[in-house]
T-cell receptor, first 114, second 113 residues
Framework: EPEVTQTPSHQVTQMGQEVILRCVPISNHLYFYWYRQILGQKVEFLVSFYNNEISEKSEIFDDQFSVERPDGSNFTLKIRSTKLEDSAMYFC????????????FGDGTRLSIL | QKEVEQNSGPLSVPEGAIASLNCTYSDRGSQSFFWYRQYSGKSPELIMSIYSNGDKEDGRFTAQLNKASQYVSLLIRDSQPSDSATYLCAVMGKGAGSYQLTFGKGTKLSVIP
């Protein structure tokens, strides 16, 4: 069964550094998403992406964050200047359609900011 | 602010019993409803999706939706120890631009052998 793949599985970064989290969505999916989950808290929506542009973003997704689809397969989340509170699990998801089709999640990247 | 509320649990049931998980949501315009299972330290895994009022069954799982009451539930029959996990209710609604999936905090289920 096709899967969403995310790399790396764990990223340790010094505060203030830039970090790029990578995702390969399921190949025939058109909509891509990033979520984060701070330890012990709920899964929070960050951003959705369709047709090479952001279609929706949350209040969390401020100017420090950006997303990109640099080629036909990868989907990346960049955090420009990391803060301690950015430490979380970051999940990438994809769906065939925006609001009716279920979103399938990758295994996540655990981001630890020191 | 769209809210999805779940009882955090833990909900403990004996093996073989029925586990009943509940969820309410605030956005009356919500269109699609999902249940995900999340094992500790793992990613959410889709269990069920439901779009219209009534029941939807898939194996040991039954999802129930009542849009008038803004209520979604998940029943797990013949509960197994491997069902022990946190169950996340997720609701798709319209954001400022496009659609946005909002998660509840999850209900932790423990199935006792």
């Amino acid at each position: 069964e096709p899967e969403v793949t995310q790399t790396p599985s764990h990223q340790v970064t010094q505060m203030g550094q830039e970090v790029i989290l990578r995702c390969v969505p399921i190949s025939n999916h058109l909509y891509f998403y990033w979520y984060r989950q701070i330890l012990g808290q709920k899964v929070e929506f960050l951003v959705s992406f369709y047709n090479n542009e952001i279609s929706e973003k949350s209040e969390i997704f401020d100017d420090q964050f950006s997303v990109e689809r640099p080629d036909g397969s990868n989907f990346t989340l960049k955090i420009r200047s990391t803060k301690l509170e950015d430490s979380a699990m970051y999940f990438c998801a994809s769906s065939r359609d925006s609001h009716n089709q279920p979103q399938h999640f990758g295994d996540g990247t655990r981001l630890s900011i020191l | 602010q769209k809210e999805v509320e779940q009882n955090s649990g833990p909900l403990s049931v004996p093996e073989g019993a029925i586990a009943s998980l509940n969820c309410t949501y605030s956005d009356r315009g919500s269109q699609s409803f999902f249940w995900y299972r999340q094992y500790s330290g793992k990613s959410p895994e889709l269990i069920m999706s439901i779009y219209s009022n009534g029941d939807k069954e898939d194996g040991r799982f039954t999802a129930q939706l009542n849009k008038a009451s803004q209520y979604v539930s998940l029943l797990i029959r013949d509960s197994q120890p491997s069902d022990s996990a946190t169950y996340l209710c997720a609701v798709m609604g319209k954001g400022a631009g496009s659609y946005q999936l909002t998660f509840g905090k999850g209900t932790k289920l423990s199935v006792i052998p």
